[in-house]
């Protein structure tokens, strides 16, 4: 997962926003964030 964190930190806010808009992230797009609703996503 640090992997993904790491290129979502250098994207921009909105690579980011549209990220957290595909994987449904209603909580924001800050890059923990999207890792953390990425993990959820994976259960």
């Known amino acids: 997962m640090r992997e993904f964190y ?5 994207a921009t806010n909105e690579q980011r926003h549209e990220l957290g808009k595909l994987i449904g992230s209603g909580f924001g797009s800050q890059p923990g964030t999207l ?9």
């Open 6 to 10: 790491n290129i979502v930190q250098t």
């Open 35 to 43: 890792c953390d609703h990425i993990k959820y996503l994976h259960r």
